[in-house]
């Protein structure tokens, strides 16, 4: 049985209990629900990958309270300062060098020297991880492959009777998970979009949205597969006329007779904040996907980022 806490005093506290006891226990951010594990415990990030059926190669984000708290894990860069102080808490991980002594679970970065971490801005998010004291590894709480979640009914609908419980915040504002920066030589490197824009990173570094592209072939970060965000119907893009036996999602004005819409009057940050949960909408009705373009700027990079995964050809494995 998966306990669904309310998101109050005695919600959080049972959170945190469970998660001291390494129970894995899924919480509301403003990106997307973390399925929550402590992340110096090898058992309990053991039970994140195996609830989630996620490959071990695929390291997970650990979430803290504070710059201060991920500087005692990870030894951060000038450039990586300057962004954790402009947009922590807030959709942004950061990805850097472990520190010695950080006393992580070898399994949270997949054995890699790197972890990537994040401050959530999510008021739930921030007092479990106050309560708890320590960092929480919290990869998206959705079985591997599958649509992340972005209400507790979705965690639910995936995770239910395979995790110990659920905080229900109520929608996720964000609705698609953090941006992710590495740094090469002190060089920010954009390793996935997401709910923090390019041009925001680049105002803040002082270099176009375009210099914080990998340089070479496309440097995805490591578990980052093609297929992922799947429905199960089969889903097309860029679609202004759809056929007869789809469902078809818009987005703007002048998409009349879409069933739904990411957002009707064309709003990216609305778009993105509906984006899973117009996906699940969809896929709940049994029938193929079609999805009206979504301009490529700003969260739109992150938005069709998901929707190129959702559409991708399926792998006989998911991931995560
Ligand atoms: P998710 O938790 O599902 O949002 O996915 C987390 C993603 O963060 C992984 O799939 C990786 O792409 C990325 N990531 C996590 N840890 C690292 C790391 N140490 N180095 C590079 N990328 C990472
Ligand atoms: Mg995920």
């Not at 994040?118 to 649509?147: K, T, Y």
């Not at 007779?257 to 009705?285: I, Q």
């Amino acid at each position: 049985m998966t306990e669904l806490l309310p998101p109050d005093a005695a919600g959080v506290a049972r959170a945190c209990a469970l998660l001291r006891a390494g129970a894995v226990v899924a919480l509301p951010t403003e990106t997307v629900y973390g399925l929550a594990g402590d992340a110096r415990n090898p058992q309990a990030v053991t039970a994140i990958y195996a609830a989630k059926g996620r490959p071990a190669r695929n390291p997970l984000i650990v979430h803290v309270g504070s710059l201060a708290a991920a500087e005692e894990l990870a030894v951060l860069c000038a450039a990586a300062r300057t962004c954790a102080r402009t947009f922590w808490p807030g959709p942004l991980t950061l990805v850097a060098p472990l520190r010695p002594g950080h006393g992580l679970a070898a399994s949270v970065t997949a054995g890699l020297p790197d972890v990537a971490l994040r401050v959530p801005a999510h008021p739930l998010a921030q007092r479990v991880l106050a309560g708890f004291g320590g960092p929480l590894a919290a990869p998206s709480a959705n079985p591997s492959g599958r649509i992340s979640p972005t209400c507790a009914a979705h965690v639910m609908a995936g995770l239910d009777g395979r995790i110990a419980a659920v905080l229900d915040g109520g929608a996720c504002p964000v609705g698609v998970e953090s941006t992710i920066l590495g740094f090469e030589d002190g060089r920010a490197v954009l390793l996935r979009a997401g709910g923090l824009s390019a041009e925001a990173l680049a105002r803040v570094l002082g270099a176009p949205p375009d210099a914080l592209r990998a340089s070479g072939p496309v440097v995805t970060a490591p578990g980052q597969l093609a297929s992922h965000y799947a429905p199960r119907a089969p889903v097309r893009l860029d679609v202004r006329a759809p056929a007869q036996d789809e469902v078809w999602i818009g987005f703007g004005p002048g998409c009349d007779g879409a069933a739904l819409s990411l957002s009707e009057r064309g709003d990216l940050a609305e778009a993105a904040a509906r984006l899973f949960l117009v996906l699940h909408e969809a896929d709940a009705t049994g029938r193929a996907i079609a999805v009206a373009p979504v301009p490529e700027v700003g969260l739109g990079v992150a938005i069709n980022d998901r929707l190129r995964r959702a559409a991708a050809p399926r792998p006989p494995a998911q991931e995560a």
